[in-house]
Every structure is written in C-alpha cells, then in structure tokens.
C-alpha cells in the first residue's frame, strides 16, 4: 500500500506528468493506498510555491480525476468510507487478493 500511495504522491506533487497527459488513466490497487485517508495533507501543500507551481489545480483535483479515477475496493471499512468521499463510488472496481491468506 505504501508504494501505491508514493507513486500517486510523484505524479501529482513532483512530476507534472498529469498536466502533460491530461487523458492517462490508472487503475490504483489497495484503494490508493493511504491516499483516501492524506489526501487533505496534500492538499495542503498549495501553499508551498514549488508543490503549487507542479500541481497547479491542487491536490485533489488531480487525486479525484485522473489518479484516483479507478480504484480497487478496500474491505476495511475505515478505508472504505475514506475512499468514498474522495472517489466517485461508480469508479471504485472489485480486485482481490484471492488467497491473501492461506485457508484455515
């Protein structure tokens, strides 16, 4: 989960990838990682002019659509009802990490 939520934070924050390629689309596993639940932190970054000036929309814009545009469901509920409030819910796609754990 962390490497999803590191590379959602390089694109958005770092790369000006998502304002060169406005139509690019991913489908983020593990819910976006911890995303649903910092986004609002980075957001927050809009008032540090180098962040700003790569991410000039802010944050969430780029969190909402196009980077978080396609989730997998997470089956913790604490994550679930984060990811909800960022993310449309007709955008959060079924993965499965079938066998996460090995039958009992």
């Known amino acids: 989960m962390l490497d999803t939520t590191r590379a959602v934070t390089n694109l958005e924050s770092t790369a000006r990838t998502l304002e060169r390629h406005p139509d690019i689309r991913f489908i983020l596993s593990h819910a976006g990682g911890t995303i649903p639940y910092i986004a609002w932190r980075l957001a927050q970054g809009r008032v540090i002019p180098p962040l700003n000036e790569k991410a000039p929309q802010g ?38 990490d079938f066998p996460f754990l090995p039958e009992p």
Do not use: T
């Open 59 to 96: 944050a969430i814009a780029y969190l909402q659509a196009p980077l978080l545009r396609h989730c997998d469901v997470s089956h913790s509920p604490c994550v679930w009802s984060s990811l909800r409030e960022l993310v449309d819910p007709s955008h959060i796609l079924f993965g499965s």
